[in-house]
């Protein structure tokens, strides 16, 4: 070879050696290895939202221990498929409403029907098959209260938890729980710090609906009294309210139809460790066992945590950080949802005619057993004889008996249901634990909802894309809500 091909050749070399790595390094960078940990609402949502903010290339994975929806699922009891968690959907809850015309599925009416509240003796306050007279009840009951509650849920909560959308539509995310509710209005600070009770006295409520209509909605949705914090409690508020829906065939499809539109890999194992790599590639190495018991490893660029890190929930290890990552002090509330198909007793909710007695009941008592009893269609809305009730404790044989004169089936599920509420305690977990590791299940001790859950997801996806990307500029950092500033102009 001449001493002009040599020099060539020698050029060539030198231009690949300094160029082929970072060519290689910007296209590695534009398609992360993601491994998610939870096929839940959560999980299945930052999936989905991963895939829209990084395109087809991404890899991304998906370890779930038992069947994807988590929480979200249905129990067979006789010859009906009944929503046995997650069960209603607000008609604001802007990315449920559209996962679902996204994914093909169809809403079902939940709401109407009979309703009462029963103080463990008797009943408070129930309703008329005329409304007129309905309403009638309610206002000498309550008062202006009754009117006034529509309006301080519009105004107070949903026109401003509605801002979020505009938020994570311009690409912002926050590093934590505060910071994210903080965004969609500073009020919403305070209400996490006082209990929904001093939240609604301060507004003007009276006793008598705190205690009773506002302790029923707790109740039925949190298993927990007018003591909680004020966000969450004004968002199961708003989980009474009129045009509430499920998806027809169970809400669980979401989460299942979500890992197929997100075209992610299901995993069925159960994880056991995140491990902080040392040399340079992939940031950590996820350890499972999978169906067979067998342990196994994979590595990835990016980790995010879906389930919750909690006693009695999660027994994940962090291995060689910095810094331990420990299970967070906050407790998880044990719930149980008890089925029966059957012929309840009126007299257990002090009424005397099976025919009078409503097919939903809230209870305004924390000392009774149970926290809230319905008569359930099945998933796509035909009537049943199915009866579910939700107690803190697990009912007894004489219980049930008491409630019911004859049973056809019985099924029970008890699970760890959502956190046990505080407005004092603990600081709330991040959504950032470690550098690309990141954690969606902080948001539940704000408020544990599918809504909440996916909110969560879409900041996470954000959080992982702005960090990968160098987008500081979208973490947390202020909003400006473009409609603002012109108005501002234009002043």
């Known amino acids: 070879m001449s001493a002009s091909g040599k020099a060539m050749w020698t050029s060539i070399l030198f231009f690949l050696a300094c160029f082929l790595p970072n060519a290689l390094s910007e296209e590695t960078k534009e398609h992360p290895s993601i491994g998610i940990v939870g096929g839940g609402i959560g999980g299945t949502s930052t999936a989905y939202f991963l895939r829209q903010l990084f395109g087809k290339e991404a890899k991304i994975d998906i370890f779930e221990k038992r069947q994807v929806g988590g929480r979200l699922t249905t129990i067979k009891i006789g010859d009906n498929q009944i929503e046995a968690g997650g069960t209603l959907i607000h008609p604001k809850n802007m990315y449920m409403v559209n996962f679902t015309k996204l994914l093909g599925l169809e809403q079902l009416d939940v709401g109407g029907g009979s309703f009462g509240i029963f103080d463990g003796s008797s009943m408070r306050i129930s309703s008329s098959q005329y409304s007129v007279v309905t309403m009638a009840k309610l206002f000498w009951r309550y008062g202006m209260d009754i009117y006034n509650i529509d309006s301080w849920i519009n105004e107070k909560l949903l026109s401003k938890f509605m801002r979020i959308y505009d938020i994570q539509s311009a690409g912002h995310a926050y590093t934590t729980v505060p910071d994210l509710i903080g965004a969609m209005d500073p009020s919403f600070i305070s209400y996490m710090k006082n209990s929904i009770k001093f939240v609604m006295k301060t507004s003007g409520f009276g006793d008598t609906f705190i205690d009773e209509m506002v302790m029923g909605a707790l109740r039925t949705n949190y298993g927990q009294n007018t003591d909680i914090p004020g966000f969450v409690g004004a968002v199961s508020i708003a989980g009474v309210q009129p045009g509430l829906w499920a998806v027809k065939g169970g809400n669980k499809q979401v989460p299942e139809k979500l890992v197929s539109e ?54 994940i290890d962090f291995e060689d950080f910095p810094s331990s990552i420990e299970n967070f002090p906050q407790q998880f509330h044990k719930v149980t949802a008890t089925f029966v198909e059957g012929v309840p007793d009126p007299k257990y909710f002090g009424v005397d005619n099976t025919d009078d007695l409503p097919n939903s009941i809230l209870t305004c008592n924390d000392s009774i057993l149970v926290n809230s009893q319905d008569k359930k269609a099945d998933v796509f809305g035909n009537p049943t004889d199915v009866y579910k009730f ?24 008890t699970f760890m249901a959502y956190p046990k509420y ?30 909440m859950s996916s909110i969560a997801g879409k900041n996470v996806a954000l959080l992982a894309y702005n960090h990968w990307h160098g987008n500081l500029d979208k973490i947390d950092e202020p909003y400006l809500d473009p409609a603002s500033e012109k108005d501002k102009t234009e002043l």
Not at 397 to 413: C, G, H, L, P
């Open 422 to 451: 505080s407005t004092v305690g603990e600081d709330l977990p991040p959504f950032v634990l470690h550098d690309q590791l990141y954690y969606v299940n902080g948001i539940e001790l704000a408020a544990s909802a599918m809504e």
């Open 390 to 413: 939700f107690s803190n404790t697990p009912p007894s044989e004489d219980d049930v008996k008491q409630m019911f004169t004859s049973k056809k089936d019985i099924r029970m599920a």
């Open 262 to 315: 997100a075209q992610v890999q299901v995993i069925q194992g159960t994880v056991v460790s995140v491990q902080l790599l040392q040399y340079q590639g992939k940031n950590y190495r996820v350890g499972f066992f999978d169906a067979e018991k067998k342990e196994q490893f994979k590595d990835y660029d990016i980790v995010i945590v879906a389930t919750p890190l909690h006693d009695e929930v999660s027994e």
